[in-house]
Structures are given as structure tokens and as C-alpha cells.
């Protein structure tokens, strides 16, 4: 389907050719959550993207979709990760004479409510956003950019050998959100060593950065069960990545490490699990150090089934696992993620185009309204990324009606610059 970088252009000439105001900003380094590293530059440089309307001054004003699906969304991390840059490189912003997480939301303020995509459910951190002005608009981006990475592994079959490893496990970073891995590769060298393929235990064996979007196709034959340490674990939401769909491609069952209710969210897209091969209850808890538990309950109770008894649970697995693969490369799976896409999309752009007209001013002068009211003296002296005047002159060209009652409203805000 698409890498990332395709997934945004297209979404580009989506709103281009749709005539859609709309300005998709990126991180242009993956993983990054600094703001300074945000673009709405096309990625290929063969790409002209015209600007809509005639007079492009106008364009800084137009609604932005930031595309923040690839990682967890952590409103601190964004704070922690750009204000130091900010501060170099822009000293007098605005934003400084705001609390934490209204300098993170002031980013993405024009006169339109910004939309934020992202990929992931059950989410306070989306409820947040939502509550201060964004637009969610939720798709399983992973699963789209997994059909791309994954694309070329749908003709290679299964070897029929005997696994020397009943577990495999992939693990590189173990910072962050990712801390809880270290518990499991202590679990793992404690207890399952000798029956759990796991690179990054090896002696001298280099883990890539970008292991999580490639296999090593001879590892199908190493191990059985694929363990699946997620990004995140000690939350309350679902964010599932490729890494889920890894063992998927190479016909493995699976354990999940991840937020509470990620298998059940696994089979809302079609895919089953293997509530009738094992215990999986653990998808149920939302207490982190319990559903923890449970899991490593379950790798406990398979490594110390005896050799009859675990084969045959292994051949309880087979039908679901090739289910599962064939339904990954499926068109149903592929036009279930793109027609969530799609209608998610319009209605996001539907509300925005609304907001414009139902919120004058929108979030932009909600925004300098309260540092106005932060610290007045310092606000008069302040960088502004949108300038208030051509602000009113965007509205004017829009609506008349929008740009006066942004006048009126907010007139304490010109008279204090001026």
C-alpha cells in the first residue's frame, strides 16, 4: 500500500485535488516528537503542491492535519522533546507565556480546529486533544505502512521443519515506554533461555533499528510462538504497530504484550486469536502489573508443557494462523483500512471546514488570547507565527461575517500589539 512518506504525499494530493485547505505536516524524522522537526513540505522533491488559492500569504492560515499515527501520542514527550529548540531558535514566542500542554496544542492553531490523525483507541491522551480544540481522526496507519513493508513476503511459504525454539522475541530499545521489556528479558534469561529465540541476548549479534519493518525470512524456522513486546504497555489504550503483524506474515501464533484490549481490537479488523489453543484473559486487564502477570503466566505454563502436549497444542494453532495470513494480504483487509481511512478523513475535514465559521478565531486567537491574559506586558512583545492582521484578512476573504466578529471579539488582542 504505502510507506509513510508515499501515505503523505498521497494524502496531500488528496486534499489538493479535492480542494481541501488543508496543510499535512509530518515528522520528517521518524520517531521524532520535536515540533521543529514538523513539515508540510511534500517528501519528494519532484512534488509541487500549488497553493489553492491565489494570494499564498493566505496559506499559514489554512487548517492543518498533523499526522501524529505512527507513535503514541505524549503530550509531555512533544513538550520535553521541543522547548529547549524553541527557545533557541524563537525566544519571544507566544507560546512560552502558556502552561505545558497549551504550548503543545498552540502549535497546530489557525482559524480552523487542527485534525489529528493518529492510531490509537480508548485514549486519554486523544480525549485531551479533542478537548482543547483538535478534531481526532483515527486510522490504523501501521496496518497500512505493514501491508507496504510486508508486500513482498506474501509468496514465500512456510518451511515444514521442526523449530529448534518453542519462543521468539524481538527486542532493541528499552527506553521510554519500551522500560517494561527489560522485565522481560530478564523473565526470558531466567527462566526460558534455552527455549526462546531472542537476538538480542546473542553474544555479539547486532540488532538493526529497523528490524520491526523487515524479517529475516529463515527466522520462521527458529522458533514457534512469536512474543510481541508493543511500544507501549502501561497505558490504558490500544496502539498496536507492524510488530503485531510480524509473526502474522511468518505464520506464527502469537502473545501480546500491549494495552488492555488489543487482541479484541486485533479481531474488530478481521483477525482471529487464540482464546481456544490458550489463556488469553490477559487481554481483559487493565491493571498493567496483572495483565504482565498473566502473560508471563502463560509463557511459564507452554515451556514447561512436555513434548506431546505442546505439539499438539502447536497444531491447534495452524488453522488460525494461515487464516490470519491470508486475510493480511487480503483486498477486504486492504479496503477495511482504506475506506476507514477515507470516511474518517472527510468527516474530519467536514468538522473542520465547520469550525472555521462556527469558533471565529478559532484556536489561533484562543491561544494569544491566553497568553494575553498569561502576562500582558510580555505578550505585546511577543512572536506571533500567524500574524493577527493577516489572520483577519484570511477570515475577510473567507467570510466578512467571520472576520468582524473575530474583531469584536478579540479586539483587546490587536490594540495590545499595536
Known amino acids: 500500500m504505502f510507506s509513510p512518506n508515499q501515505l503523505y504525499d498521497y494524502l496531500r494530493y488528496y486534499c489538493y485535488t479535492n480542494k481541501k485547505n488543508v496543510t499535512v505536516r509530518n515528522f520528517i524524522k521518524h520517531g521524532s516528537k520535536c515540533f521543529e522537526d514538523l513539515s508540510q513540505v511534500s517528501t519528494f522533491s519532484s512534488i509541487y503542491i500549488p497553493p489553492i488559492i491565489e494570494n499564498n500569504d493566505y496559506s499559514s492560515n489554512f487548517g492543518v492535519m498533523e499526522m501524529f499515527e505512527q507513535e503514541p501520542l505524549d503530550i509531555h514527550a512533544f513538550y520535553n522533546a521541543s522547548y529547549e529548540n524553541n527557545k533557541k531558535h524563537t525566544p519571544t514566542s507566544f507560546r512560552f507565556l502558556l502552561n505545558q500542554n497549551d504550548y503543545v496544542f498552540a502549535k497546530s492553531a489557525t482559524l480552523y480546529s487542527p485534525i489529528l490523525a493518529h492510531s490509537e483507541v480508548d485514549s486519554n491522551d486523544v480525549r485531551e486533544y479533542k478537548d482543547n480544540h483538535f478534531i481526532p481522526m483515527y486510522f490504523w496507519a501501521n496496518a497500512i505502512t505493514s501491508r507496504y513493508w510486508f508486500l513482498h513476503y506474501e509468496l514465500l511459504q ?46 555479539g549479534e547486532i540488532v538493526s533499528s529497523d528490524m520491526s519493518a523487515s524479517i529475516d525470512w529463515t527466522d520462521h524456522t527458529k522458533f514457534d510462538i512469536h512474543i510481541v513486546p508493543e511500544t507501549i504497555f502501561n497505558t490504558e489504550k490500544v496502539h498496536l504497530t507492524e510488530k503485531i503483524f510480524k509473526p502474522i506474515v511468518m505464520y506464527q501464533p502469537f502473545i501480546l504484550f500491549a494495552g488492555p484490549k488489543s487482541l479484541k481490537y486485533l479481531r474488530n479488523y478481521g483477525f482471529k486469536t487464540f482464546s481456544d489453543v490458550w489463556d488469553e484473559s490477559y487481554d481483559l486487564e487493565y491493571d498493567s502489573e496483572i495483565r504482565y502477570n498473566k502473560v508471563i503466566e502463560l509463557i511459564k505454563n507452554i515451556s514447561q508443557m512436555n513434548t506431546h502436549d505442546y505439539n499438539r ?40 471546514e465547520e469550525s472555521f465559521f462556527n469558533n471565529p478565531g478559532g484556536p489561533l486567537f484562543h491561544y494569544y488570547d491566553l497568553a494575553y491574559k498569561s502576562d500582558k506586558a510580555k505578550f505585546g512583545n511577543a512572536h506571533f507565527p500567524i500574524p493577527m492582521d493577516n489572520a483577519i484578512r484570511y477570515a475577510n476573504f473567507k467570510s466578512n461575517d467571520v472576520g468582524d466578529k473575530i474583531i469584536k471579539k478579540y479586539n483587546h488582542l490587536l490594540q495590545a500589539i499595536h
Open 158 to 203: 512456510k518451511d515444514n521443519v521442526t523449530s529448534p525454539k518453542r519462543f521468539g522475541v524481538y527486542i532493541r530499545d528499552t527506553s521510554g515506554t519500551r522500560t517494561y521489556r527489560k522485565n522481560i528479558l530478564d523473565f526470558v534469561k531466567l527462566h526460558i533461555l534455552e527455549k526462546c529465540y531472542c537476538p538480542i541476548l546473542h553474544e
Open 313 to 352: 497444542l502447536i497444531e491447534k494453532t495452524k488453522n488460525i494462523v494461515n487464516f490470519n495470513r491470508k486475510h493480511f494480504y487480503s483486498e477486504k483487509f486492504k479496503n477495511t483500512l482504506l475506506n476507514e481511512l477515507h470516511n474518517n478523513m472527510k468527516t474530519a475535514m467536514t468538522l473542520q
